[in-house]
């Protein structure tokens, strides 16, 4: 047999129900809060998703070409990636000296990849700096390709391989001005 509680308050005051509170945005100061929660809610504007899914297949791409090239590096596959993909590398080849080409390329390929899809990801969550990041990666692989054209780097590639750099450098325009003068943009995370 269980004990039962016959336990009663002894005064009238307890036996009153409190009234129900409900929260107002303007209370105990969260208005950042709140709005954060209602544009959360909101979907993204076409723009940014594509500036998302665009960093997430940029990753897929990376990792995929970095595991060629670790995955066999005698291949005519890994052959043709370090062929056509040579111009990723931010460094002359003199400074890695001791790194075979491939294994130094397939890093670069996975530490892209990395950043690649922290971008996208970081994108799709909304977190407020990654528009920065965004303007600040776009921004580099710019001034990079314009300073590898204008020291001649650009001469010595094949033209699909400059037809590829251009498309992703007019890809990487496309992105820079539209997170840094697109209205839309400030709007997504409140600002």
């Known amino acids: 047999m269980e004990p039962v509680n016959h336990w009663r308050p002894v005064t009238t005051e307890y036996q009153q129900e409190l009234p129900a509170i409900t929260l107002e945005p303007s209370s105990f100061g969260h208005r950042a809060m709140w709005a954060a ?3 959360a809610a909101a979907p993204l504007p076409a723009g ?60 670069i390929f996975f530490v892209l990849a990395m950043v690649s899809a922290s971008i996208g990801v970081m994108w799709m969550a909304r977190f407020r700096p990654v528009r920065w990041l965004t303007l600040s990666c776009a921004g580099a692989e710019l001034v990079r390709c314009a300073y590898c054209f204008l020291h001649g780097q650009g001469a010595v590639l094949t033209p699909l391989q400059t037809r590829i750099w251009l498309a992703v450098s007019a890809i990487d325009l496309m992105i820079f001005c539209y997170v840094a003068f697109y209205a839309g943009v400030e709007r997504v995370f409140g600002e």
Do not use: H, M, Q
Not at 66 to 84: K, Q
Not at 96 to 103: E, H, K, R, T
């Open 48 to 107: 940014i998703t594509c500036v998302a899914w665009f960093y997430v297949l940029a990753a897929g791409f990376y990792f995929a070409f970095g595991s060629i090239l670790l995955a066999d590096p005698s291949s005519d596959l890994a052959a043709a990636v370090v062929a056509y993909f040579r111009i990723v590398l931010p460094l002359p080849l003199g400074i890695g000296a001791g790194v075979p080409l491939d294994n130094l390329l397939a890093e």
């Open 37 to 39: 929660k209602e544009s």
